[in-house]
């Protein structure tokens, strides 16, 4: 028989956070990573090296279509990024991916909140799926990041090639990610977003990358932390 509780969702590396001895917390339905047993500790070894964390549970939405800047001038306002570059909100990040397609990853304190990203109107010719369940995304933070994502990738992270806020679609780990240069304060920071079923194996891959540099898992907590 049904209990009438609400379920409560998993991310994609749910396994692995539990494995690692994460303290888990229910955040607008999902289980969420709130720490690994001292956020403090978790935050100066991001800041003096690298760390990862899941922010799967976040909202994420992509709109696709070929009057995307438009819609996205309805819905945002006119700063509206050129292809392969990221603006920043308070609510989070809106990234353009291509000419006609691009994302928005929402803040980790909009997990609970109404999502900007309405279904468009046919007054425009663009659409606005709800992408939360389907990506996974995960944030590479640290001095040592690009030297973690270089083992990975052959996209050109120099920074002047990819500096801060900006994105590229690529390869990585033999996959495709969407990649996002996005940095915390001032931390080097890269959002990755994969398709959920590739999840977990991107989530072993850059954790086996990192650790030559002593990568830390990292949970929100430790994230509040670096971003004061």
């Known amino acids: 028989?049904?209990?009438?509780?609400?379920?409560?969702r998993q991310t994609p590396v749910h396994h692995q956070l539990v494995e690692a001895g994460a303290r888990l917390n229910d955040v607008a339905g999902w289980l969420v990573a709130e720490h690994f047993g001292?956020?403090?500790?978790?935050?100066?070894?991001?800041r003096s090296g690298v760390g990862l964390c899941d922010l799967s549970a976040a909202e994420k939405w992509e709109i696709k279509g070929n009057e995307l800047p438009r819609h996205l001038a309805a819905v945002f306002g006119p700063d509206i990024p050129a292809p392969g570059y990221v603006v920043a909100n308070r609510k989070g990040i809106l990234c353009r991916v291509s000419r006609h397609h691009a994302l928005f990853l929402a803040n980790r304190d909009e997990l609970a909140a109404e999502s900007p990203c309405k279904e468009s109107s046919s007054?425009?010719?663009a659409h606005a799926t709800n992408r939360t369940s389907g990506l996974a995304s995960f944030l590479l933070?640290?001095?040592?990041?690009?030297?973690?994502?270089?083992?990975?990738?052959?996209?050109?992270?120099r920074e002047s090639r990819l500096p801060n806020h900006r994105c590229r679609c690529g390869p990585m780990a033999a996959i495709q990610v969407v990649?996002?240069?996005?940095?915390?304060?001032?931390?080097?920071?890269?959002?990755i977003l994969v398709s959920r079923e590739y999840?977990?194996?991107l989530w072993k891959a850059v954790t086996a990358?990192?650790?030559?540099?002593?990568?830390?898992?990292?949970?929100?907590?430790?994230?509040?932390?670096?971003?004061?």
């Open 1 to 8: 028989m049904p209990s009438g509780k609400p379920l409560v």
């Open 38 to 46: 001292d956020a403090e500790v978790e935050a100066r070894a991001v």
């Open 123 to 125: 007054a425009t010719c």
């Open 141 to 157: 933070c640290g001095p040592q990041a690009r030297d973690v994502l270089g083992k990975l990738t052959s996209l050109d992270l």
């Open 179 to 191: 990649l996002v240069h996005k940095d915390r304060g001032q931390l080097l920071g890269y959002e």
């Open 199 to 201: 999840g977990e194996y």
């Open 209 to 228: 990358a990192g650790e030559e540099y002593h990568l830390r898992h990292f949970g929100m907590a430790a994230l509040r932390l670096l971003e004061q």
